[in-house]
């Protein structure tokens, strides 16, 4: 008899502050800025996107949008965004 697969949602794994900061470190490494955007909105769902828009002034929709598959989210919308989730963002020289 076949399995019945269900939909798997990361932001569901997210539960605490260390799991979102490796989710997103392992995000910010692979240097694809569509990944990251999609990782950020998966973050932003997991701890609650109507709060994301009211801590960024943003809409639920211009962020959903933003961080989808195909979002295109703006440096700015991308720094507020983090900043609403408490992740920041740093440099290190590559050696």
Request: hydrophobic content about 45%; proline content about 2%.
């Amino acid at each position: 008899m076949a399995e019945k697969l269900t939909t798997y949602d990361p932001a569901a794994a997210l539960v605490d502050s260390e799991e979102i900061a490796f989710f997103m470190a392992d995000a910010l490494e692979t240097g694809d800025a569509a990944y990251i955007a999609k990782a950020l909105g998966i973050v932003a769902r997991a701890k609650g996107m109507t709060q994301i828009a009211k801590d960024t002034g943003l809409s639920r929709e211009q962020l959903y949008r933003s961080f989808s598959e195909t979002g295109n989210p703006t440096l700015k919308t991308t720094l507020a965004v983090m900043r609403a989730l408490g992740i920041d963002l740093t440099a290190k020289v590559h050696a």
